[in-house]
C-alpha cells in the first residue's frame, strides 16, 4: 500500500512492502494510508484530498485520551497509541483486509 505521512514517523516500523511517502518532502496524490498525529491534524485537513487517493484510511497516533478527544471530530478511521507504534504493521494488515482486499 502507498503510505503518506503527515508527522515524523520511523520509517523502519513500517514493513518495507508499503511505499512511505512524507508529504512535506512531497507526495504523488495516490496514498490509501494517511498517518498523523496531533500536531499534523490540520495540515492533514488542509491537504489530504491533495496527498490521498479517492478512497483511504486515516491513523492518527496519540499520545494520550486527551488527543482521541480532539480527534474524534475530524472523521479519523483509526488510532493507535505512541507507545503501541512497534505493532503499526499489524493494523497495516488488517485495514488491507478489510478495506483494500
Same mark, same amino acid.
Given at each position: 500500500?502507498?503510505?503518506? !505521512?503527515?508527522?515524523?514517523?520511523?520509517?523502519?516500523?513500517?514493513? !518495507?512492502?508499503?511505499?512511505?511517502?512524507?508529504?512535506?518532502?512531497?507526495? !504523488?496524490?495516490?496514498?490509501?494510508?494517511?498517518?498523523?498525529?496531533?500536531? !499534523?491534524?490540520?495540515?492533514?485537513?488542509?491537504?489530504?484530498?491533495?496527498?490521498?487517493?479517492?478512497?483511504?484510511?486515516?491513523?492518527?497516533?496519540?499520545?494520550?485520551?486527551?488527543?482521541?478527544?480532539?480527534?474524534?471530530?475530524?472523521?479519523?478511521?483509526?488510532?493507535?497509541?505512541?507507545?503501541?507504534?512497534?505493532?503499526?504493521?499489524?493494523?497495516?494488515?488488517?485495514?488491507?483486509?478489510?478495506?483494500?482486499?
Amino acid at each position: 500500500m502507498k503510505i503518506v !505521512t503527515f508527522n515524523d514517523i520511523d520509517e523502519s516500523l513500517i514493513d !518495507t512492502k508499503h511505499s512511505v511517502e512524507h508529504f512535506q518532502s512531497g507526495s !504523488t496524490g495516490e496514498a490509501q494510508i494517511a498517518i498523523l498525529d496531533i500536531n !499534523t491534524i490540520f495540515d492533514y485537513e488542509e491537504n489530504k484530498h491533495e496527498a490521498c487517493a479517492a478512497k483511504y484510511v486515516s491513523i492518527a497516533i496519540i499520545d494520550d485520551d486527551s488527543d482521541y478527544e480532539a480527534f474524534k471530530n475530524f472523521g479519523i478511521d483509526a488510532w493507535i497509541k505512541q507507545e503501541d507504534l512497534s505493532d503499526i504493521n499489524g493494523l497495516l494488515n488488517l485495514i488491507e483486509k478489510r478495506y483494500f482486499a
